[in-house]
């Protein structure tokens, strides 16, 4: 073909040797590259992207297809290229060693760049998909994108110097300590997120909890120097990859995926007003329907065991009887039983702890049926309303430390008395 090109200009009349010759070839390669992009890029990928969208096997955003599209077009342009000017340009020249080394350069470059449009790709196809979500792929494929620049670094280096990889990669050895340096942070972050991949300990959307770093609230990014936690007060906080790792962390996500959120708060009973109840406070309290069931079933019960004993029962000490305390308690077990919005497949119990100056502690255990957190403060807010506004019933007092009310009260009194 170019020995028919050629003598086809010399019948026009045309001089096509030497430099001349040198100056048409490069045109003709410059023409057919421009078509070549034109037809590619303008055309043909065009038609190809309205051909996807009307299949209706749209996978990817119409702006990753193309950018991916777009990249391996110029690797096919650069190939081409290259074999237009081994063609065209004759052997040995200056002309041809430039054009082939901007080629190859140019060949190695938009390779690169089509891994990092495929590995984007697979990640927001892997992200649809349930090992996807849980596995922080992003790290991971942030790592195989800074192993590949750098291979490609080094070789588009060697065909600007014209030496041979294998002797620029000899060279690296020596400088292992430099570069560990410079890459400690991507390592790290590599090793982390393969660790963090394996064992299944954090993905994108979890909550994440990590005091020594401020960090509360949902995962949005798991990046490979990097994990963004967007707390609940709207903040950012930004975490080191292997940070994850070498720290501790809370991860809140099994609370999610259990469906219930634990409530433990507990409050303070005054100790001098437990006692036992009268029988006329018994019968007060059997009008609550919950309590029912229990004072019947605990009366039965003491009352059986009073009549094995052969003490006098004048005196309460030498018999069992039902106490303020343990009736509130059983109460409100029967309470949280019969609420909706209390998980009844978990764990649920109301228990005393061990007594302190500020009276003695009785704490509420259960699972709300939701863990959406609004609604989860709701319900143990209406909890603990009821809790307070009921314990009077049961002729029980909360501890509570004076406050000025209280010392203005005792002021007056003092004042009246006097």
Same mark, same amino acid.
């Given at each position: 073909?170019?020995?028919?090109?050629?003598?086809?200009? !010399?019948?026009?009349?045309?001089?096509?040797?030497?430099?001349?010759?040198?100056?048409?070839?490069?045109?003709?390669?410059?023409?057919?590259?421009? &078509?070549?992009?034109?037809?590619?890029?303008?055309?043909?990928?065009?038609?190809?992207?309205?051909?996807?969208?009307?299949?209706?096997?749209?996978?990817?955003?119409?702006?990753?297809?193309?950018?991916?599209?777009?990249?391996?077009?110029?690797?096919?342009?650069?190939?081409?290229?290259?074999?237009?000017?081994?063609?065209?340009?004759?052997?040995?020249?200056?002309?041809?060693?430039?054009?082939?080394?901007?080629?190859?350069? +140019?060949?190695?470059? #938009?390779?690169?760049?089509?891994?990092?449009? &495929?590995?984007?790709?697979?990640?927001?196809?892997?992200?649809?998909?349930?090992?996807?979500?849980?596995?922080?792929?992003?790290?991971?494929?942030?790592?195989?994108?800074?192993?590949?620049? /750098?291979?490609?670094?080094?070789?588009? &280096?060697?065909?600007?110097?014209?030496?041979?990889?294998?002797?620029?990669? #000899?060279?690296?050895?020596?400088?292992?300590?430099?570069?560990?340096?410079?890459?400690?942070?991507?390592?790290?972050?590599?090793?982390?997120?393969?660790?963090?991949?394996?064992?299944?300990?954090?993905?994108?959307?979890? +909550?994440?909890?990590?005091?020594?770093?401020?960090?509360?609230?949902?995962?949005?990014?798991?990046?490979?120097?990097?994990?963004?936690?967007?707390?609940?007060?709207? !903040?950012? !906080?930004?975490?080191p990859t292997y940070?994850?790792?070498?720290?501790?962390?809370?991860?809140?996500?099994?609370?999610?995926?259990?469906?219930?959120?634990?409530?433990?708060?507990?409050?303070?009973?005054?100790?001098?007003?437990?006692?036992?109840?009268?029988?006329?406070?018994?019968?007060?309290?059997?009008?609550?329907?919950?309590?029912?069931?229990?004072?019947?079933?605990k009366e039965q019960?003491?009352?059986?065991?009073?009549?094995?004993?052969?003490?006098? &029962?004048?005196?309460?000490?030498?018999?069992?009887?039902?106490?303020?305390?343990?009736?509130?308690?059983?109460?409100?077990?029967?309470?949280?039983?019969?609420?909706?919005? /209390?998980?009844?497949?978990?764990?649920?119990?109301?228990?005393?702890?061990?007594?302190?100056?500020?009276?003695?502690?009785?704490?509420?255990?259960?699972?709300?049926?939701?863990?959406? +957190?609004?609604?989860?403060?709701?319900?143990?807010?209406?909890?603990?309303?009821?809790?307070l506004a009921v314990?009077?019933?049961?002729?029980?007092?909360?501890?509570?430390?004076?406050?000025?009310?209280?010392?203005?009260?005792? #002021?007056?009194?003092?004042?009246?008395?006097?």
């Open positions: 073909m170019k020995e028919k090109l050629f003598s086809w200009l !010399t019948g026009l009349g045309l001089e096509v040797s030497g430099l001349a010759g040198v100056v048409i070839a490069l045109a003709f390669i410059l023409l057919t590259s421009l &078509l070549l992009h034109l037809l590619l890029h303008r055309i043909l990928l065009v038609r190809l992207l309205r051909l996807v969208e009307r299949s209706g096997l749209v996978w990817l955003p119409g702006q990753m297809q193309q950018k991916l599209f777009n990249r391996l077009a110029f690797v096919f342009q650069g190939i081409v290229l290259l074999g237009q000017a081994e063609i065209w340009l004759p052997r040995g020249s200056d002309s041809l060693a430039t054009i082939v080394i901007s080629t190859q350069a +140019w060949i190695l470059l #938009s390779l690169l760049l089509s891994l990092f449009s &495929l590995l984007d790709c697979l990640l927001f196809v892997s992200r649809r998909t349930r090992l996807g979500s849980d596995l922080p792929l992003r790290g991971i494929f942030q790592g195989v994108k800074l192993a590949a620049s /750098i291979m490609v670094g080094i070789l588009m &280096l060697s065909l600007l110097l014209g030496k041979s990889p294998l002797f620029l990669f #000899s060279g690296l050895g020596a400088m292992t300590a430099v570069l560990m340096l410079v890459f400690k942070d991507p390592i790290l972050g590599l090793v982390a997120g393969i660790q963090l991949s394996a064992n299944r300990m954090l993905s994108v959307g979890d +909550w994440l909890q990590m005091d020594k770093y401020g960090a509360d609230g949902e995962v949005t990014d798991i990046g490979l120097t990097t994990v963004k936690v967007s707390n609940w007060d709207k !903040t950012i !906080t930004t975490i940070a994850l790792i070498s720290d501790s962390f809370k991860n809140w996500q099994g609370m999610t995926e259990s469906g219930g959120r634990r409530i433990k708060r507990s409050i303070n009973i005054d100790m001098t007003s437990v006692r036992f109840l009268g029988q006329h406070e018994i019968q007060a309290l059997r009008q609550a329907s919950l309590l029912a069931p229990y004072l019947s079933r019960e003491l009352s059986h065991y009073n009549q094995q004993l052969t003490e006098a &029962l004048a005196n309460p000490i030498n018999g069992r009887h039902l106490t303020n305390l343990g009736t509130f308690r059983a109460y409100l077990e029967a309470y949280l039983r019969a609420n909706e919005r /209390i998980r009844q497949d978990m764990t649920l119990m109301v228990r005393q702890l061990a007594p302190t100056g500020e009276g003695i502690p009785l704490e509420i255990y259960c699972f709300t049926a939701t863990t959406a +957190w609004g609604e989860y403060e709701g319900i143990q807010a209406d909890l603990f309303d009821h809790l314990i009077d019933q049961f002729h029980l007092r909360l501890y509570q430390a004076p406050t000025g009310h209280d010392m203005q009260g005792w #002021s007056q009194g003092r004042r009246s008395a006097a």
